[in-house]
């Protein structure tokens, strides 16, 4: 387990708060990856936790209503998020971990849980996704790394939407300087056809842009309606191995 010193917690803090993403309303890019990590698990609830100050917020639900949120306090979302590889907890009634634990005490009845944490480029945990069963059942090795490769799936568009931000108001800062002093050599050449950027006698790729003269970090991310088609074939795969 990996225990954070406060000023950790609070660099972990600042960063999470970063990506502007606590209390944002629903997103469908992050709602298909709990969908289909339910699906693939055959579970009936999948959750991307994150874990705040005093709390762990839900960015997306399936298979849970009516909760966006529960107190930070021992617990599935706040351990598992901090532990070394992925959290597995097989039987909830007989681990020693989960014993005490009101959502197994209680009518919840929690029995299965799994998750996998969210961890930034430079290292910190912000939450987890995690799948949950009401009876015990076990993962295969395969199936563990699966759960992780869902995390990084999360983490690319969490990157992606604070690349994104920050591109923007790069952006807008440009623009911005070429109304007030009219210099219209800060707008750029675009390949019509490569979609590459000229920036004096060099073509560079939108990427190189970004990161030479934008100062940015890039991810990459993938189109929503891209996405969709993909989660559709995934489904017809999965149908179809069933």
Not at 32 to 60: C, M, N
Not at 83 to 102: E, H, I, Q
């Amino acid at each position: 387990m990996v225990q954070l010193s406060p000023e950790l917690e609070r660099e972990r803090l600042k960063v999470l708060r970063a990506y502007q993403i606590l209390d944002t309303p629903p997103d469908g890019a992050f709602d298909h990856v709990t969908q289909l990590a339910a699906r693939y698990y055959g579970v009936p609830i999948s959750l991307i936790s994150l874990v705040d100050e005093d709390r762990i917020w839900f960015k997306s639900r399936y298979g849970l209503d009516g909760v966006e949120q529960i107190d930070r306090v021992p617990g599935l979302c706040g351990s598992s998020t901090f532990a070394d590889g992925a959290y597995v907890v097989r039987d909830a009634l007989t681990d020693p971990r989960t014993l005490d634990n009101p959502l197994v005490r209680g009518e919840f009845g929690l029995r299965f849980y799994a998750a996998a944490p969210l961890i930034t480029h430079d290292g910190h945990r912000l939450g987890n996704i995690n799948i949950i069963d009401f009876q015990p059942r076990d993962l295969t090795v395969e199936q563990e790394r699966t759960l992780h490769l869902f995390a990084q799936i999360v983490m690319d568009q969490m990157e992606l939407r604070l690349a994104a931000r920050e591109t923007i108001a790069s952006l807008q800062q440009i623009v911005k300087r070429v109304l007030l002093t009219g210099d219209d050599q800060d707008f750029v050449t675009v390949c019509a056809w490569t979609r590459k950027i000229k920036i004096g006698d060099e073509w560079l790729s939108f990427e190189e842009f970004l990161k030479r003269y934008l100062g940015l970090k890039v991810t990459h991310g993938i189109d929503p309606t891209v996405a969709q088609t993909l989660l559709d074939q995934a489904y017809t795969e999965l149908d179809a191995d069933r």
